[in-house]
């Protein structure tokens, strides 16, 4: 069962994530509405994956992910965001953000994250031969 905290503030965002989540197996989906609240969550629940929207209650969400990275350098993380592609690297360099999510999302971005979740987890379980190559 994969974990996966949603932050967000924008209730046709929620509304919009609620829809595509609920349509997802073995996934289990926790909502909140503050950044300080998914922090707080995050110190006693595990999550696979951490989306945030660009504006929560109390923060940006690149405000939330800087402050998430500090305490938890290895969470997947993805940020809805209407930024342009350059502008979004740019302002999430360093974060290790899986990917961008445009502020009307559809199953396909969803996937898009899922996805490259799935490529890192399978490289995190895997081991490396004495001859380089991967088992």
């Known amino acids: 069962m994969l974990g996966v905290l949603i932050v967000a503030h924008e209730k046709k965002i929620i509304d919009r994530m609620r829809k595509i989540m609920a349509d997802l197996k073995d996934v289990d989906t926790v909502f909140t509405s503050s950044g300080k609240e998914a922090m707080n969550r995050q110190k006693t629940a595990r999550f696979d994956l951490v989306i945030a929207d660009e504006a929560l209650s109390d923060m940006t969400g690149i405000e939330f992910l800087k402050q998430l990275v500090k305490v938890n350098p290895i969470v997947n993380t993805a940020l809805v965001s209407s930024l342009s592609h350059d502008d979004f690297h740019e302002a999430t360099e360093g974060l290790g953000v899986l990917g961008q999510i ?3 999302p ?8 899922f996805n490259n979740l799935s490529k890192i987890m399978n490289l995190s379980t895997q081991k490396v031969n004495r001859k380089g190559g991967v088992e």
């Open 102 to 104: 445009p502020v009307e």
């Open 106 to 113: 559809d199953w396909v971005h969803i996937e898009e994250i």
